[in-house]
């Protein structure tokens, strides 16, 4: 036999020389909850070991981190129930907390990456990721909120802003958007196949920002579908993502 598969896998070294994948730290991002205040460090009940940080206490966290190598974080708003409105206003704010903890992160450590979340949820007096309308969804009432949210975002320095509301759309909407406003160079890592699923859940909860009505069946995918999932990630290629997300 002039082709023996074996002859690559007859020990450590040079099985670990032809791997194809590989995992380590430097892919991962971790996701951090972030909430207006101070000394705040409050454990999230149904994700142990995860925490709600104030941005005076996430910044030592984050530090430590580094030292373990970790260098790519994701950052999630716990918004108070008052600055919710059926727009999202606050998310683009100027005094709006999460904002300003970005700008203070990347002043601190310039060089780790910060990803965003875009959805109108954790702003929104309704729990959706989309605008409410008569108890619909309304997909292009939407994109410019997300747009702005953006835009706002990147002005505050994140690195790569993550569309996590799975509007038909966005992804073009949201690249266009940061083009004009010369932030070309933001990149875009979309939740491309993100399924209605109780795996959510603990986020919801982490950031207060479950539905007040309804649920997300009519934007969020229907995990039995395989081509569906390939249809957006070819639509998001399209659109300009730079990384797709499942």
């Known amino acids: 036999m002039n082709i023996r598969p074996r002859r690559n896998r007859k020990n ?13 730290v430097q892919n991962l991002i971790y996701p951090m909850f972030v909430e207006d205040g101070k000394g705040i460090k409050s454990e999230i009940k149904s994700l142990p070991n995860n925490f709600r940080w104030s ?6 966290e984050i530090e430590k981190c580094i030292e373990l190598g970790i260098d790519k974080y994701v950052l999630f708003p716990a918004v108070q129930e008052l600055k919710k409105d059926k727009i999202a206003s606050y998310s683009y704010a100027d005094d709006n907390f999460y904002l300003d903890a970005i700008r203070k992160i990347k002043a601190e450590f310039p060089d780790v990456v910060l990803m965003s979340d875009v959805a109108m949820d954790p702003y929104s007096s309704d729990g959706h990721d989309g605008f409410v ?9 939407t994109l410019p909120i997300l747009a702005k949210m953006s835009i706002a975002q990147a002005q505050a320095g994140i690195d790569i802003i993550g569309p996590s509301d799975m509007m038909d759309g966005r992804i073009g909407y949201i690249r266009s958007a940061l083009d004009d406003n010369d932030h070309a160079d933001v990149s875009i890592m979309s ?17 207060d920002s479950a539905p007040k009505g309804g649920d997300k069946k009519t934007y969020q995918m229907n ?3 395989k081509r569906e999932a390939l249809l957006e990630a070819q639509l998001d290629f399209e659109e300009g993502a730079d990384i797709m997300m499942v």
Do not use: C
């Open 12 to 24: 450590h070294a040079i099985r670990s020389m032809v791997e194809e994948t590989q995992l380590g």
């Open 55 to 60: 941005i005076d206490t996430l910044l030592p």
């Open 133 to 141: 309308e008569n108890g619909e969804i309304i997909n292009d009432k």
């Open 191 to 207: 939740y491309t196949a993100k399924y209605a699923s109780a795996f959510y859940g603990p986020f919801r909860e982490a950031l």
């Open 223 to 225: 995990p039995r579908n």
